[in-house]
């Protein structure tokens, strides 16, 4: 089938000092083959931890509480750590915020890049040489011949998320996974590293989960988009269409606060309040305390997830016959 990931019902609970944490709660989405995916949203919202859920990085005595994950039709979640390892390096791929996660400063780039090309490809040290530099050439690493034999920190942050990029992607991975993979760096470097990671992935064949608190990153580089609040997707959708007509009051105020498509510089915090902690969440939709369609249903049962178009909603608004 087309489906390459299929994530159903993800829990993810922390236990704290004030009681269990419910970080990601019953997140379901499907991924499809060569699809650029955001996951949006503010900081706490669960983005993060779904993406390291995925492919069994959650640190513990965090733990996925419920749910199951499936890569092209087979389980993956109850995999023991070898064969999670395994996966993670040959059929997920990821970008991290800071490139230097990612890289060994001890060791030159081609040690790193012909290591990892040969740990999963059949290769001899020449051929994965070869890759190697090809794979920087697509980057956009100038004289890539001569820079694949010097060490990171010889690198600007941009280059070395092109590294990284090309790291990600040296072992053929079917996805990628990219959290915040511009944040750290500067502002003229971020849309050049976005494309840079859209038209590897495009060529490659890769799927992609780009998880980003910006919104103009989602539609410059996403095909669909979920929206997260609280742990739970308020909204998923085709990028375009979430971004001409949002149907969630929470994703309304997210588009308001795309710079590029009002021109001014509001930010996701120009939403009157706060997300609630995880720890104290409303019973019924979290988003209640920050919204201006509040009804009484919403204060006290959780909305379900409708399809409306071609997006799944999840508000009161949706199910209750009220305004559109
Ligand atoms: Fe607002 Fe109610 Fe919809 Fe939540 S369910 S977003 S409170 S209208
Ligand atoms: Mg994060």
Do not use: W
Request: charged letters at 25%; one cysteine or more; hydrophobic letters at 40%.
């Amino acid at each position: 089938s087309d489906v390459l990931l299929s994530v159903r019902d993800m829990v993810v609970d922390f236990p704290t000092r004030h009681g269990l944490l419910r970080a990601v709660d019953h997140v379901s989405f499907d991924l499809s083959r060569g699809e650029v995916l955001g996951l949006v949203g503010e900081s706490g919202a669960g983005k993060s931890i779904t993406g390291a859920a995925i492919i069994g990085l959650i640190e513990p005595p965090g733990h996925i509480s419920g749910g199951t994950v499936h890569l092209d039709g087979s389980r993956i979640d109850n995999l023991g750590m070898e064969e999670m390892r395994r996966i993670r390096g040959k059929r997920v791929g990821m970008v991290f915020q800071d490139p230097l996660t990612s890289l060994n400063p001890l060791y030159t780039i081609a040690k790193q890049l012909i290591q990892t090309i040969r740990t999963h490809l059949d290769l001899t040290e020449k051929q994965a040489r070869a890759r190697a530099i090809g794979l920087l050439e697509e980057v956009g690493i100038p004289a890539a011949d001569k820079r694949i034999d010097d060490y990171p920190h010889q690198f600007s942050g941009g280059m070395r998320q092109r590294v990284v990029i090309a790291l990600a992607l040296c072992a053929g991975p079917e996805l990628i996974i990219a959290d915040e993979p511009t944040t750290a760096l500067d502002v003229s470097v971020q849309s050049q590293i976005i494309d840079v990671l859209k038209r590897m992935c495009a060529e490659h064949g890769t799927a992609v989960i780009l998880i980003t608190h910006d919104m103009g990153v989602i539609a410059e580089a996403a095909d669909r988009v979920a929206v997260l609040y609280s742990g739970r997707i308020a909204e998923i959708g085709p990028v375009r269409e979430v971004i001409k007509q949002a149907k969630h009051p929470y994703t309304k105020g997210l588009m308001r606060s795309i710079p590029t498509l009002t021109q001014t510089n509001d930010r996701l915090t120009q939403i009157p309040g706060t997300m609630p902690r995880i720890t104290d969440r409303p019973e019924g939709c979290a988003f209640a305390p920050r919204c201006g369609h509040v009804m009484d249903i919403c204060r006290s049962q959780q909305p379900a997830t409708r399809s409306v178009g071609n997006c799944e909603v999840a508000c009161h608004l949706e199910t209750e016959g009220g305004a559109s």
